[in-house]
């Protein structure tokens, strides 16, 4: 232990002169030296030699001195050894560290990825439900719909068939469907015409089948195919037909008075030459006024019966040429409601417009409309409706009839054309209907422009006769 001055047990006994009081403190050693026995003097003298050369550091150079020799180079290798070693611990620590940081990165990015594969997973699953579900929603209406589908690929060998298309085709499974009679109608069409509605008869019944022909793509729009639908309309037309002949009865109770006028003329004039017969029969001039006009009455007549007769017959499509004027022959059946509901009529009919139409279901447009046109003026003051047919180009004709009639709202007009829409209080809602299917029958069309309180007007779009049209 340290101390600035002699220490208080030596002032006591007043031994501080034989003492050397030293700053530092001795590291214990373990030594002996061996004197003559009763040589007091000698050993007293090295004591105090050992203790001046501790006091003044020589001891410990002494020893190092001594000690120093043959074990200083392995003291330095030692040395040596420890440094390189401590050199490579650093190095593996630091090595460790970055394994470890390494480790605890590449632990979070499997991590991460192990959740975005699962995630993936997961919605791949999804992905294969969702895709499973279509499908069998896919499978669920292609076999439900009510029309046939036939695929094939590009060299037309078929690859798909739904059970409507062996029902349509009469076939009772889809291997060998190829050798069905009906598929064969179809085939010899379908290389000529895309889409057709054609008749056949099969077991003695008339059938008529509509099919339609379409390419098929694949996802990178590339054609994969052909797609063919087929559709058994029999039902529909024997429908439409019917509704057709009730439509035409309808109107029919609505034209007797138009009927009645138109007969009573001519029975008129056959009535007053018969009384006239037995006093006038010797004369000349009365016997030819008689030839001449006699038999046009009669003519006449019969023409209106068979006009009549073939309105309300039921028929399909019979495209032929029919002028403008043969057209409205048969509106002089409604001058008389027209006189009666005191309705102005204008009637503009052009010289040599030809159209390529059926007559009669045109006629049975033209009336249906008119009817209308009566019964939406019937409120108003200054009553009137006019029909105009004119040119519309070198392929197309149209007619046009406007009334000022109470007019339809905008959602009225959406629907008119739907069946059994109507406004009416005792119609029925087909007469439109019909009115717009038979225009589609005549490669037409019709449109309708409508003011609530100012009016109604119709434009029906119909095609022009043409000389190569004689052709077909």
């Not at 004197?35 to 150079?61: C, H, P, S, W, Y």
């Not at 403008?324 to 009637?347: G, N, P, R, W, Y």
Request: contains cysteine.
């Amino acid at each position: 232990m340290a101390t600035n001055g002699p220490p208080i047990f030596l002032d006591r006994y007043e031994l501080e002169k034989q003492y050397v009081v030293l700053d530092i403190i001795l590291d214990p050693a373990d030594y002996a030296v061996a004197v003559q026995e009763g040589d007091e003097e000698f050993r007293q003298f090295l004591d105090k030699a050992i203790i001046d050369l501790k006091a003044t550091g020589e001891m410990n150079q002494l020893v190092d001195f001594w000690t120093k020799g043959e074990n200083e180079e392995e003291i330095t290798r030692l040395k040596d050894f420890i440094t390189i070693l401590s050199i490579f611990m650093a190095i593996g620590g630091f090595i460790l560290i970055l394994i470890y940081i390494w480790n605890y990165r590449l632990k979070l990015a499997v991590n991460k990825h192990t959740k975005e594969l699962t995630l993936l997973n997961e919605d791949l699953h999804d992905q294969r439900q969702r895709t499973a579900d279509s499908n069998a929603f896919k499978d669920q209406i292609i076999n439900n719909i009510d029309a046939g589908i036939i695929t094939f690929d590009l060299n037309f060998m078929m690859t798909s068939c739904n059970p409507r298309a062996l029902d349509i085709l009469e076939w009772p499974q889809q291997e060998g469907v190829e050798q069905s009679p009906v598929f064969n109608e179809i085939r010899t069409h379908f290389y000529h015409d895309r889409a057709k509605q054609f008749v056949f008869h099969r077991n003695g019944q008339r059938k008529i089948v509509y099919y339609s022909l379409n390419d098929m793509y694949n996802s990178l729009e590339n054609q994969a195919g052909y797609l063919l639908t087929i559709r058994d309309e029999t039902e529909k037309v024997q429908l439409e037909q019917k509704l057709l002949t009730q439509e035409k009865l309808h109107a029919l109770g609505q034209l007797v008075a138009g009927v009645a006028h138109e007969i009573r003329n001519p029975l008129t004039s056959i009535k007053t030459f018969i009384n006239l017969i037995p006093r006038k029969i010797a004369q000349k001039d009365f016997q030819e006024m008689l030839v001449e006009h006699l038999p046009k009455e009669v003519d006449r007549l019969n023409q209106i019966v068979t006009d009549l007769i073939d309105y309300a017959r039921p028929s399909t499509p019979r495209i032929q040429p029919c002028t403008a004027s043969e057209l409205t022959t048969m509106l002089t059946f409604l001058h008389v409601t027209m006189k009666d509901e005191h309705i102005d009529f204008q009637l503009k009919v052009p010289d040599g417009l030809v159209f390529y139409i059926d007559p009669q279901q045109i006629r049975q447009v033209l009336l249906n409309i008119l009817l209308n046109g009566v019964d939406a003026v019937k409120n108003v003051t200054g009553k009137r409706i006019e029909l105009e047919i004119y040119y519309l180009d070198e392929e197309c004709g149209e007619i046009s009839i406007k009334d000022n009639g109470e007019g339809m709202s905008v959602e009225q007009q959406h629907h008119i054309f739907d069946p059994f829409y109507t406004t009416k209080a005792k119609g029925v809602g087909l007469g439109l209907t019909l009115s717009y299917h038979l225009i589609q029958e005549n490669n037409g069309d019709i449109s309708v422009t409508s003011t609530k309180k100012e009016g109604t007007r119709f434009v029906i779009t119909l095609p022009i006769y043409r000389e190569e049209d004689s052709l077909k």
